[in-house]
């Protein structure tokens, strides 16, 4: 009897300790899982822009002490789930400065020395900026932003770095990265 006792307690704790170690593999399996989900909704990118409603992460094209202030963004992040296109042009201005943009974009203006960027960065049209031809208001559309489609441009009307954030939305047929130049007046 003492020995079916002892063996019945031996069986009893395995269970126990074989029981402990699948809760915890399950736990780190959960956990794996928690963390990859949130990485699949994260956005990469080096700059941190408060674009109405939400934070996005985006890569910036930087063109502060280049020559020719021309050419092509030439990195970008996908919004995760959504999966439309953030980019940012970084650069140094004048006032009278124009960007001109080809491309279709909602584009958002900030004026910062550095990111990340706030919705108090944030320029509006007819104070930090005016639109030039091809680049129509849509703050309607997506607070804070003006569009572009084909070629639009804008002119900056104090001297400051600025920050050029470009959304595309697939979905409405902005697919191209934009192509971007840099005037002074």
């Known amino acids: 009897m003492k020995i079916n006792f002892m063996s019945l307690l031996l069986l009893l704790q395995s269970q126990l300790f074989f029981s402990a170690c699948n809760e915890k593999k399950k736990e780190d399996t959960n956990l794996i899982a928690a963390a990859a989900l949130l990485s699949s909704f994260s956005m990469a990118g080096d700059c941190s822009i408060a674009a109405g409603r939400r934070t996005l992460n985006a890569f910036t094209t930087d063109t502060t002490g280049s020559n020719p202030k021309s050419g092509n963004i030439t990195s970008s992040s996908r919004v995760p789930v959504v999966g439309h296109i953030a980019s940012v042009l970084k ?95």
């Open 91 to 185: 650069l140094e201005a004048s006032s009278g400065t124009r960007i001109t943009t080809t491309g279709n974009s909602f584009a958002i203006l900030y004026k910062s020395n550095s990111c990340p960027l706030s919705e108090s960065n944030r320029q509006t049209i007819g104070t930090g900026f005016s639109l030039g031809s091809g680049a129509t208001d849509s703050d309607s559309e997506f607070t804070g932003s003006h569009k572009i489609s084909g070629s639009g441009s804008i002119v900056i009307t104090q001297a400051g770095t600025y920050y050029y954030l470009y959304y595309q939305i697939p979905s409405s047929g902005q697919t191209t990265l934009p192509a971007f130049a840099i005037t002074a007046n």
